[in-house]
């Protein structure tokens, strides 16, 4: 362990002489190679260990005294925490390229239009091209991204690594709150994200894998659709949002997911009033996500892909209908009239 | 000049006006970089920066190569300028297009167009900068890299980074791989469209994607994809690929910059014309003069080519190699070891055939539409597939309707009735005969053990195959000259001690300035080396003879190819007779004799003739059309 904090130590210093010290004009090939291989190890440690709170904490503690005595030698340093060190080597580009004392000489090593063969994995990884080749992805990126669907690669990545993480904290002891807090942190990046945020979410929930990970992925999803039972709101934003096909899939796929969205239409329903001046049920709150034509739209889709739903949701809406009066007559209960819209 | 003048002038010191009016002189002169050509590409840039609509994508990779060449141009000028300051003065506008396509992801993605983009702001680094220019130069550059290498744009993106631990360098080729998955997996989807030609099939967004493709073909990420691409099947009108891409993969794949898989290759060709007609003249360049190869590593390269392979999936590839084919024997007909590697590529090719299994029959006559049907199935048996005995009536047979043949058209001719489709059949009949020379070597071999009376058709035979065409009626002495050549072998081989007389007939023959009436030397030769290991005496008597023969006319090293594509016949056909360890043994024997004589032969004085002709360039080739008037005018 005193091995793994001094490494961790010599690894923060090395980021601050990179970014901030004219010693980098030194700097060769094999200087840079060894540093990226450093900043390598510590991303390694933090898979390892971001999970165990004792660890995290003893870490963070060395790195504080790092911090300290960096603080001391450079002006204007900013401190590095342990949950920084996932992206250890994109700090330690950016502090390198930032540097105006770089040689040129390195930059080139870095932005080398390399081969495909230097970029395999051996014992002290080659860094030419490694800029090259990020931006090349980049690119590659934006190029096929009209071709793309709607929803577009990056929701389908990120929802696949919001599985990976859960599948992650759950195998590592289950820390439950941990699975909240990562999927409550989306909605703190405000209400542009939202609508993306819910095909995150969809995206998660429909990932499919194949290998012997199943298990795993079927008990983070699980724990996924029980958070998302417990926020009504963001349920709501993804049934009004999300393109019904893809609510579909959702319910065709999760059981969870199929009552939940039953159980969304049928408060919808129950919130709406008959407006006279539109003669039109609407929603009675302010904001109106819903029409009632929709809501019909959505009853006979999800009709249609769980045929064995329809049944017992006709004879519930026919309860609720029998309660309000049982009335032939145009809006006088919203179940008489969702129910000879879905029978038409 | 005078002395005086000359040293007046050089020792002249221009005043400022003058040597400032030289420059400019100067500056006129020199080939300038001009700045209309780089306001053309600004505006491009502006226009491709505009907006993110497909379509400007679309437009970009459309000029990529164009876009190519000119940066090549520009770091040329840029790497010939004394100084940044100087670059910036003559081209002002450098600056703001070189930025401007840094953030073009076509330019930045697709591998020779980023090196030259970086190689560009490399030129315009200055090391020790010399004025406030040169210095912004490099701060800018520095950002600009900077930049591009760590820069996200995408917040979501990068909050999830963040809270999922994942770094971005990681994250990217994630979403990559992602991309590259779902729109492969969206080609997948077959297409049906061939019931209605107004469905909307996914076949349309072959072309797009493929154009997408074209600064992606040497990522290895994307590499799935571009497979898939190519194993399209093209069943469906709609399946086409995109020219640019095309060329684009080609490019790369024989700069070595993208590894491909045989099927990718073989789909390649089959969709890209230029890029089968580079192959196959790369495989030719064997053949050229000057490259010295022998039947064994012909037989190497072959083994090693894709196109045998590709030939034989695909009918449409067979027919261009054979046109391309053509087209060579029509400039060189007397090329040997061009006639070789046709020989051993139609065997290839066959035995690619019989293991994709197809029904022989139907597809030869597809694979041959031009050839004489009559002589197309018996000239494409191979000798091993008949018993040893029945050679002789079968040769015969070919021989015969060869000649019906030729005769046929000869008559057109002396009606004055002059065809060009009659001239043709015998270019294709010829054609057909050097693809399956197999019948010509055993022509050859028989001819060692025939009598006088038999050996008439396998000596027609060997004629027409070395002289298909009968220039000013020569055919007729030419075939008694081999019949000359062949009495002479026949009284040298049976004669005790060797007849002198005998053996200076035979070297005048195989003189290397054959008259017209004469036949080749190689077919000379080839009886020569036939009889020395098939005609029934000693082996030491053989090699005297041969030893002797050789040394007089200086043709060691063509009997060495002859002897060699002899072996690789037996080896090949391996006919097992009660004979066939003697031969070997004598083959072997003969090959030791020849060796030795070519070391023996001083490396100085390598007089050695070749029978190969004059070389050819691929530019010519691929000018000629592929049909020519087969008869050129002689004497």
């Known amino acids: 362990m005193e091995a793994v904090l001094k490494n961790l130590s010599s690894t923060a210093e090395l980021l601050a002489v990179a970014a901030r010290s004219s010693v980098v004009e030194q700097w060769d090939k094999q200087t840079l190679s060894r540093a990226f291989h450093w900043a390598r190890y510590c991303e390694h440690l933090f898979s390892r260990f971001h999970n165990n709170t004792t660890i995290n904490r003893v870490m963070g503690k060395q790195l504080e005294l790092t911090n300290e005595s960096l603080r001391a030698v450079f002006p204007g340093y900013t401190d590095i925490c342990f949950s920084d060190l996932f992206q250890c080597q994109h700090l330690l580009l950016i502090g390198l390229l930032k540097n105006p004392d770089l040689p040129i000489s390195i930059m080139k090593i870095l932005f080398d239009t390399a081969s495909p063969v230097n970029n395999q994995q051996s014992d002290y990884l080659d860094v030419t091209g490694f800029c090259s080749h990020i931006i090349q992805c980049k690119s590659a990126c934006k190029v096929l991204s009209p071709l793309t669907d709607l929803s577009g690669a990056d929701v389908e990545v990120q929802g696949a690594v919001l599985m990976e993480r859960l599948e992650d904290l759950l195998s590592g002891g289950g820390e439950a709150c941990r699975t909240e807090h990562i999927v409550n942190s989306f909605l703190q990046e405000g209400e542009g994200a939202s609508g993306h945020f819910c095909l995150v979410i969809a995206a998660a929930l429909l990932t499919r894998n194949n290998s012997a990970a199943a298990a795993a992925q079927t008990a983070s999803q699980d724990c996924l659709l029980d958070w998302l039972q417990k926020e009504q709101n963001v349920l709501q934003q993804m049934c009004s949002a999300l393109p019904t096909t893809l609510i579909i899939d959702l319910a065709k796929r999760h059981l969870k997911c199929r009552d939940a969205y039953c159980d969304v239409l049928k408060k919808w329903a129950s919130s709406m009033e008959y407006s006279m001046s539109e003669g039109e049920w609407v929603q009675a709150n302010t904001n109106r996500t819903v029409s009632f034509q929709r809501l019909t739209e959505h009853f006979l889709a999800l009709f249609a892909a769980c045929p064995s739903l329809r049944e017992d949701v006709e004879k519930e809406l026919n309860v609720l209908n029998i309660s309000d009066g049982d009335f032939d007559v145009r809006g006088l209960s919203v179940w008489g009239d969702l129910l000879s819209a879905i029978n038409k | ?635």
């Open chain 2, 1 to 635: 000049m005078s002395v005086s003048l000359v040293y007046m002038i050089l020792t002249y010191d221009l005043s400022p006006l003058e040597s400032s009016t030289m420059s400019q002189l100067l500056q006129r002169t020199q080939p300038l970089l001009d700045v209309p050509a780089l306001q053309f590409w600004l505006d491009k840039a502006v226009a491709w920066g505009q907006a993110d609509r497909p379509d400007t994508l679309k437009d970009t990779c459309l000029h990529m190569s164009r876009l190519k060449d000119y940066l090549q141009q520009l770091l040329t000028h840029i790497n010939n300028m004394s100084s940044t300051s100087e670059t910036m003065k003559r081209l002002p506008l450098l600056g703001q297009f070189l930025g401007r396509l840094c953030w073009n992801p076509c330019v930045t993605a697709d591998a020779p167009g980023r090196w030259l983009l970086f190689q560009c702001l490399w030129g315009l680094y200055s090391e020790h900068p010399g004025d406030a220019v040169e210095a912004k130069a490099n701060q800018w550059i520095r950002k600009v890299l900077c930049q591009l290498a760590t820069e996200e744009d995408d917040a979501a993106a990068q909050a999830l980074m963040k809270r999922t631990g994942v770094p971005p360098k990681e994250y990217h080729v994630k979403v990559l791989r992602k991309m590259v998955a779902m729109l492969q997996e969206n080609i997948g989807k077959s297409c049906s469209s061939l019931v209605d030609i107004n469905y909307r099939c996914s076949c349309d967004n072959l072309l797009a994607v493929s154009e997408a493709c074209v600064p992606l073909v040497s990522l290895p990420e994307a590499a799935p994809l571009i497979r898939a691409l190519l194993q399209q099947p093209a069943t469906c009108v709609r399946a086409a690929l995109s020219q640019d891409f095309l060329d684009a993969l080609t490019s790369a794949y024989s700069s070595k910059c993208v590894l491909l898989e045989e099927q990718e290759v073989v789909s390649l060709w089959y969709h890209s014309l230029s890029s089968l007609e580079e192959a196959v003249l790369s495989l030719l360049e064997c053949v050229l003069p000057d490259t010295g190869y022998t039947p064994q590593e012909l037989k190497r390269q072959l083994a090693q080519s894709l196109l045998p392979k590709a030939c034989a999936q695909h009918c449409s590839i067979f027919l261009v190699v054979n046109d391309i084919f053509r087209s060579f024997l029509k400039q060189a007909e007397g090329n040997e070891s061009l006639k070789y590697l046709i020989q051993t590529f139609s065997s290839c090719f066959f035995r690619e055939l019989a293991l994709l299994q197809h029904k022989t029959s139907g597809s030869l006559k597809a694979s041959f539409p031009q050839s004489p049907q009559s002589l197309l199935i018996p000239l494409w048996t191979r000798p091993s597939e008949m018993p040893q005995e029945a050679w002789r009536h079968h040769l015969n047979w070919l021989s015969c309707s060869l000649q019906r043949l030729t005769e046929e058209e000869e008559e057109g001719d002396e009606d004055g009735s002059r065809s060009p489709r009659g001239h043709l059949r015998v270019f294709e009949a010829w054609f057909l005969l050097i693809q399956c020379a197999h019948w010509v070597q055993v022509a050859v071999q028989l001819l060692a053990t025939s009598q006088p009376e038999d050996c008439g058709p396998p000596l027609w035979l060997l004629t027409f195959y070395h002289h298909p065409t009968n220039r000013g009626h020569h055919r007729a002495s030419q075939l008694v000259h081999a019949k000359e050549a062949w009495d002479h072998l026949c009284s040298l081989f049976l004669a005790h001690p060797l007849p002198v007389d005998r053996v200076q007939s035979l070297v005048t023959l195989l003189s290397p300035k054959p008259q017209p009436t004469s036949p080749s030397p190689f077919l000379i030769l080839s009886l020569l080396v036939n009889f020395c290991v098939f005609f029934q005496q000693s082996l030491s008597g053989s090699t005297e003879i041969l030893q002797t023969v050789v040394n007089r006319s200086g043709l060691v090293n063509e009997a060495v190819c002859v002897l060699s594509s002899l072996e690789l016949r037996l080896n090949e056909d391996s006919c097992l007779s009660s004979d066939t360890n003697r031969v070997h043994l004598r083959i072997k024997a003969l090959q030791n004799t020849l060796t030795h004589m070519c070391a023996a032969l001083n490396p100085a004085n390598t007089h050695t003739q070749t029978l190969i002709t004059e070389p050819r360039s691929r530019k010519f080739i691929l000018d000629a059309g592929f049909l020519r008037a087969p008869l050129q005018n002689d004497k």
